[in-house]
C-alpha cells in the first residue's frame, strides 16, 4: 500500500515538472512569436530620409538607412521588431553636407558625375582611408547594425583611364579589407566594375553581396526637378543579368533598385527577382528619402 501511495506522489510529482515545462516553453514560443512580424516588403532603401522611429519601417524586413543620427539604443529597436538594419557608408565620394567635408575637401578630384553635392575623393589618401575606418566605420560597427552599405565604389570605374586608376582601385580595396574587421559584412553598391575585379583576383570573401540600381529601368531629372522615366536599353539590361549570374556564382547577395511608375515594368521586376530569389525595392524618387507604404 505504502509502495503505490509513493509510486502516485512520484507519478504527480513528475507529472506537475512536466506540465511546469510544458508551460514554460509554451509561453516562450508565444512571447517569441509575439516579436516576429510578416513584413510586406523584403528591403527598402531609406538613405536620405531624416531620422525617423521605428514603427514608420513597419513594413520593411531590412532598413538601408544613414545611422549617423541614430543611436546604438536605436538599431536595438530596430531589431526588436525583426528588422535588420543596412548603414550608409560612402567611401568613393564626399558630400558637401558632411560635418567633415572641410576637412578633406583638399582632397578633392572635381565633381562627382550626376551628384551636384558630392565631390570625387581621393582614395588614395592614407587620411581618408583612416577616417573611413577608423572613424566612420568605427562608430557604424559600434552601434550594432547588421551590415555595411558601401557607395561610390564606382569612383575606380569612372577614373579607369586615369593615370591614377591603379592608385584608385588600390585605395577602395585597402579600405573595404580593413573593414572586414569589423562584425557587420559588407554590401556594395553598384560598383560592378569594382566587384568584377575582385572576382578576378578571387577577393570576393571581402564581400557579402551587392546592390544595382537601374536594371531594367532608368530616369533623368528635368529642370524642374522631376524624373522622367525610360526602360532601360536592352544591351545594359543584358550586361547586368549576366552580372548577377556571376554574382551568383560567387555567392554573392543581390538586390536591385528601380525608378519606375509603370505598372508593366513593376510586375516584370518582382516576377524576375522572385525567380531569381533577389530582392528589390521600387519608387517614383532617386532621393531615397519616403518611407512607401
Known amino acids: 500500500m505504502k509502495t503505490r501511495k509513493k509510486t502516485i506522489i512520484i507519478f504527480g510529482t513528475l507529472l506537475i515538472l512536466a506540465i511546469g515545462v ?48 541614430y543611436s546604438k539604443e536605436d538599431i536595438q529597436k530596430f531589431h526588436k521588431e525583426g528588422h535588420k538594419v543596412y ?28 551628384w551636384d553635392d558630392e565631390v570625387k575623393i581621393d582614395v588614395t589618401s592614407k587620411r581618408w582611408q583612416d577616417y573611413v575606418v577608423e572613424v566612420l566605420g568605427k562608430n557604424i560597427s559600434q552601434k550594432d547594425v547588421d551590415n555595411f552599405f558601401i557607395d561610390n565604389t564606382d569612383l575606380y570605374y569612372y577614373m579607369k583611364d586615369q593615370e591614377n586608376s591603379e592608385g584608385i582601385y588600390n ?40 546592390n544595382q540600381e537601374s536594371v531594367f529601368t532608368t530616369y533623368s531629372v528635368r529642370d524642374d526637378g522631376k524624373l522622367t522615366y525610360k526602360n532601360q536599353s536592352k544591351d545594359d539590361v543584358e550586361y547586368f543579368l549576366n552580372y548577377f549570374k556571376l554574382c551568383k556564382k560567387h555567392k554573392l547577395s543581390v538586390s536591385l533598385i528601380e525608378y519606375t511608375k509603370d505598372k508593366k515594368m513593376i510586375n516584370k521586376v518582382k516576377s524576375f527577382c522572385k525567380k531569381n530569389n533577389y530582392t528589390y525595392f521600387i519608387t517614383e524618387s532617386n532621393k531615397l528619402n519616403k518611407v512607401l507604404k
Not at 23 to 32: A, H, S
Not at 186 to 207: A, P, S
Open 22 to 69: 510544458f508551460l514554460i516553453l509554451y509561453f516562450g514560443i508565444i512571447k517569441n512569436n509575439s516579436h516576429k512580424h510578416d513584413f510586406k516588403y523584403k528591403i527598402g532603401f531609406f538613405i536620405g530620409a531624416d531620422k525617423l522611429s521605428v514603427s514608420k519601417f513597419s513594413d520593411y524586413e531590412t532598413v538601408v538607412i544613414d545611422v549617423t543620427n
Open 171 to 210: 585605395g577602395l580595396l585597402k579600405i573595404v579589407e580593413r573593414l572586414n574587421k569589423y562584425k557587420p559584412k559588407l554590401i556594395i553598391n553598384g560598383g560592378d566594375y569594382f566587384v568584377q575585379r575582385l572576382f578576378k583576383e578571387n577577393k570576393t570573401n571581402l564581400i557579402s553581396g551587392i
Open 87 to 114: 548603414a550608409y557608408l560612402n567611401i568613393g565620394s564626399l558630400e558637401k553636407y558632411r560635418t567633415y567635408y572641410d576637412s578633406f575637401s583638399d582632397l578633392s578630384m572635381g565633381k562627382y558625375p550626376n
